[in-house]
């Protein structure tokens, strides 16, 4: 069963490790950041399992 995480500051260090780590996983992803550009690439990981904010 997957869960849905919020999770802040995705641009960079533990942030964004630990999105890579909960997608690949198979958990849900909110994930933030100032600049929504730098998280980009977390939609081609799994585009159906983030939301980008």
């Known amino acids: 069963m997957s869960k849905v995480w919020f999770i ?3 641009s960079t260090g533990f942030g964004r490790e630990f999105v890579q780590q909960l997608l690949n996983a198979g958990d849900k992803v909110v994930a933030t950041a100032r ?3 730098s998280i980009q690439d977390f939609k ?3 585009p159906d399992r983030v939301h980008i904010v």
Do not use: P, R, V
Request: charged content about 20%; glycine content about 12%; proline content about 0%.
């Open 8 to 10: 802040t500051g995705t």
């Open 35 to 37: 600049n929504i550009k």
């Open 44 to 46: 081609e990981l799994a």
